[in-house]
């Protein structure tokens, strides 16, 4: 039976999602846990899974095409299944839902109104009751098959100031871990999870009021209404009081010209606010004409409605035009993403916990690149620089064990085997593929091996298992012209070594200035393990491999 799948909500605030990408085409066959598309929300760009098995029958949002929660996205059933009954009702079928669901919140409204005068006149606030003012913030439901969440870090705490669209903390779903913001500005009056602590979606998370309000009597299950805080009221203040809230908002920023309402996604309202702009002043290009995030970023002062110039123009003789300055002081903003928070998070324990030092040796590569050329004429063999590097640091490793080796507080580990880690850079960062038992490796083999796994990193396709359990790490620079640099130590590693260009330059050989072609290579060293006399040992050893390539065919 064919499975509809809507546009999921991605984030506690998302309206509406873009497709960036689809990673399946019409046609293809899907297992469960496989990546559909890329969805773009408002807070961020993630990846999105099928749930179910089959052949993808039908694609209903394109690349680049923006659409509200629930649209109908993809269709996965058997291949070759009638599914024109539910492309032909999907769209009537959601006009009803939506109507019935208007029609029963317009119910719920009148049935809280009357509840509310029931209370008011009954004065039992007190007991569960919520205070005015005060509002009940839970765990949000961030992916669409998220079922709790856990707290991995609070940015705000008891008794700070909050404001609408502040971060509040980072939330560690089912898929990855995002940050969770306010829609709410008064005093963070109480925390209900600690950091580290995991909780059921809709449970409590945080109460947010005016500063100095008791909530310890609150009680609350995520679902509570907010009831009067005991004082009488009648109809005619609370309509008063409307008409007070709808005269304010058509003053706010929220409101245009001539106070029609304006919608704009919470991060897009936050980001103008920073940036000093007016909201009228910017053309939505969501569902509905709805700012969303990239209106504010494409936003020039250019861009002003054309009404509003024209009206400059019959004002411009009765005063002098202020002076505009010819460019515009700007900057991009960009999400960290989860694999950059983590790349500065263990590269920053890295370098403020092990003592690093540096040892740098300039090897003749003269021989090497006689013999790679030779290597290289034999049929379907091809083998780079970086492999014969990878192949000589893990033999010389064999010989200094220590360099091998793992700082524990208690002891010191030193590794028997050794699996080399090669760095490989990618769009979002940098990743670490492991290559297992490198040192009985021969050079092909290596290179065919750094080639697929590097190949996986840059199309996402790396394991968890394909980035664990290295020794020691290369990082190669060369091939971008770098002469010479430094790297951080790849915990829980003692060393990682850098690789440089190949440098064309006079060098002095039996007396007389020839033509040479060197390389540098910088051993970084964890001062806990490895000594400075051990790390240079290791670095002897590498540079005689490294100018004798014939002694690593033995």
């Given at each position: ?227 009067s805080s005991g004082k009488s009221e009648k109809k005619e203040d609370k309509s008063e009081e409307k008409e007070e809230i709808k005269s304010s908002e058509k003053k706010s920023s929220d409101s245009t010209k001539d106070g029609g309402r304006i919608f704009a996604s919470p991060l897009a309202k936050k ?115 970086n492999d014969m590097v990878i192949k000589a640091s893990a033999m010389a490793l064999r010989k200094h064990p220590q360099v091998n080796s793992q700082w524990t507080g208690e002891s010191m580990k030193i590794a028997k085997h050794i699996h080399m880690g090669v760095a490989v850079a990618v769009e979002e ?91 540098k290579l910088t051993l970084a060293c964890d001062h806990r393990t490895v000594d400075g006399a051990t790390g240079a040992a290791f670095l002897k050893t590498l540079k005689t491999y490294m100018e004798n390539p014939v002694t690593m065919l033995a």
């Open positions: 039976m064919a499975e509809v799948i809507n546009m999921p909500r991605l984030s506690d605030t998302m309206e509406e999602g873009v497709v960036a990408k689809w990673l399946k085409q019409k046609g293809d066959k899907v297992e469960e846990g496989d990546i559909l598309a890329e969805i773009e929300t408002d807070k961020a760009t993630m990846e999105f899974e099928s749930f179910y098995e089959g052949t993808l029958l039908h694609i209903g949002i394109e690349e680049g095409e923006t659409a509200p929660v629930d649209t109908l996205l993809a269709i996965i059933g058997e291949e070759g299944e009638d599914i024109s009954d539910l492309l032909k009702g999907d769209g009537d079928s959601k006009k009803d839902e939506k109507k019935d669901k208007e029609e029963d919140k317009s119910d719920s409204d009148e049935d809280e109104d009357e509840g509310e005068d029931e209370a008011e006149s009954d004065g039992d606030s007190d007991d569960g009751g919520i205070p005015e003012g005060v509002e009940i913030i839970t765990m949000p439901r961030l992916s669409d098959t998220m079922e709790e969440g856990t707290v991995a870090s609070w940015l705000k705490k008891e008794g700070d100031k909050v404001e609408e669209g502040d971060i509040l903390a980072e939330i560690e779903t089912d898929k990855a871990t995002m940050e969770f913001e306010s829609f709410y500005e008064g005093t963070l009056l109480k925390i209900g999870l600690e950091e580290g602590e995991t909780a059921k979606v809709d449970s409590l998370l945080a109460i947010i009021g005016p500063e100095g309000t008791d909530v310890s009597n609150v009680s609350v299950d995520g679902k509570s209404k907010k009831k980001m103008a606010e920073d940036k000093g702009i007016d909201l009228s002043d910017v053309k939505g290009s969501g569902g509905n004409g709805r700012i969303v995030k990239k209106d504010i970023e494409d936003y020039k002062p250019s861009d002003k409605p054309a009404a509003a110039k024209e009206k400059s123009k019959g004002d411009a003789a009765a005063a002098p035009q202020p002076y505009v300055p010819a460019g515009e002081e700007s900057f991009e903003e960009i999400k960290n993403s989860q694999m950059r928070k983590t790349i500065a998070k263990r590269l920053g324990e890295s370098k403020f916990n092990a003592p690093h030092y540096y040892l740098t040796i300039e090897v003749d590569m003269s021989n090497a690149m006689a013999s790679r050329k030779q290597i290289n004429e034999m049929p379907d063999v091809k083998v780079s620089f960062g940098l990743v670490v593929p492991v290559l297992k038992f490198a040192d009985q490796m021969s050079m092909t083999q290596i290179g065919n091996n750094v080639k697929d796994v590097a190949g996986k990193a840059r199309n996402k396709k790396l394991q968890p298992k394909d980035m664990e359990g290295s020794t020691f790490t290369v990082s190669n620079l060369g091939m971008f012209g770098i002469v010479e640099f430094t790297s951080i130590i790849n915990q829980p590693n003692s060393a990682i070594l850098s690789v440089g260009t190949i440098v064309e330059k006079p060098v002095v050989k039996n007396g007389e200035i020839v033509v040479g072609n060197t390389m």
